[in-house]
């Protein structure tokens, strides 16, 4: 059976409707900041490669 047409109208709030504005999310804080944790990486391997360079050069 045939449903009838319904006219348009105004959009009802359904899921996935964009009417609304998100939430923004919180800063993460230190752990959304990549650079820091390059520069503690890239750190320790110099202070690795010191430390290997010193025992080579027997300082």
């Given amino acids: 059976m045939a ?4 006219p348009p109208g105004e959009t ?4 996935g409707s964009i009417a609304e504005a998100h939430q923004e ?5 230190i752990w959304e900041h990549p650079y820091f944790w390059l520069g503690l990486v890239v750190i320790g391997s110099l202070v690795v490669a010191a430390y290997f360079v ?6």
């Fill in 25 to 29: 999310r919180p800063d993460g804080g």
């Fill in 3 to 6: 449903h009838p047409l319904v």
């Fill in 54 to 59: 010193a025992r080579i050069s027997g300082l």
């Fill in 12 to 15: 009802p709030p359904v899921e």
